[in-house]
């Protein structure tokens, strides 16, 4: 039987006693109902799972007493960046979680010029918080046992130049140089995917990542939308590069 998965922002040894966050005890006794002596994996993005054992189960407490640290050898072997420009609500969401599964390593929202979501001040800090909270709920899922960064929204010309240096740069566009058959990038080469908006790069934007080294990448005849095109190119460049 597959064991429960829990991420927790917590230093974790083999041996130790820790107490659990509150929101990970009420997932744990309230929501799965497991009590003193069961068992389930926790995690903190070092690459690691630890066995854990329920020693208290109380009301005002849960501690968990930890094994011996597993490493996950799971993570993609190639580097893969989105570079997203922000959807709405469960659209980001579905991008978010489903990259996360397909092993990218990190996430940069970008506001370009078309982007309809605007958001400043305490609305950004809930809105990032809820989607590292979905890039989490998809690495307990997946089995992944590091977390991908999540950088906090910038302008497009910001999240260009801070991709690594010698990164592999590519954006979708059905008359773009490259095809998945044309790809060649040293094994230790990151890849960074741009994605525009709902209403996709404006000229601008096409022209900013032009100047910044992002090259075409042709994806297929058909035109896809923002929460389809990130998968799709993250799927196959795995498949091309990657793990798949």
């Not at 083999?14 to 003193?36: K, W």
């Not at 570079?83 to 996430?107: F, H, N, P, W, Y």
């Not at 094994?187 to 741009?194: G, H, I, S, Y």
Request: proline share 6%.
């Amino acid at each position: 039987m597959r064991l429960t998965r829990c991420h927790v922002e917590l230093g974790l040894a083999a041996g130790a006693e820790v107490a659990l966050p509150e929101a990970t005890a009420n997932h744990l006794l309230r929501v799965l109902r497991l009590s003193e002596g069961d068992a389930c994996v926790l995690f903190n993005g070092d690459g690691h799972d630890y066995p854990a054992t329920l020693s208290v189960a109380g009301k005002r407490e849960a501690r968990v007493r930890l094994g011996a640290p597993q490493a996950v050898h799971n993570e993609s072997p190639r580097p893969i960046l989105l570079l997203q420009g922000i959807a709405r609500g469960e659209k980001m969401d579905l991008i978010l979680q489903k990259a996360t599964e397909l092993g990218v390593s990190a996430v940069l929202p970008v506001n370009a010029e078309r982007t309809e979501v605007k958001l400043d001040g305490p609305r950004l800090e809930k809105r990032v918080a809820h989607w590292r909270s979905v890039i989490v709920s998809a690495c307990e899922q997946s089995g992944r046992a590091r977390v991908p960064a999540l950088a906090m929204p910038q302008s497009l010309a910001a999240a260009a130049a801070a991709v690594p240096a010698g990164a592999l740069k590519l954006t979708l566009d059905p008359h773009g140089e490259h095809r998945l058959s044309t790809l060649e990038a040293a094994a230790d080469t990151p890849v960074v995917v741009a994605i525009g908006p709902e209403g996709g790069w404006s000229p601008k934007d096409r022209q900013a990542l032009a100047q910044a080294g992002f090259q075409g990448l042709q994806l297929g005849p058909r035109i896809l939308r923002t929460e389809t095109a990130g998968l799709a190119a993250i799927a196959a460049l795995q498949a091309r590069l990657g793990d798949l």
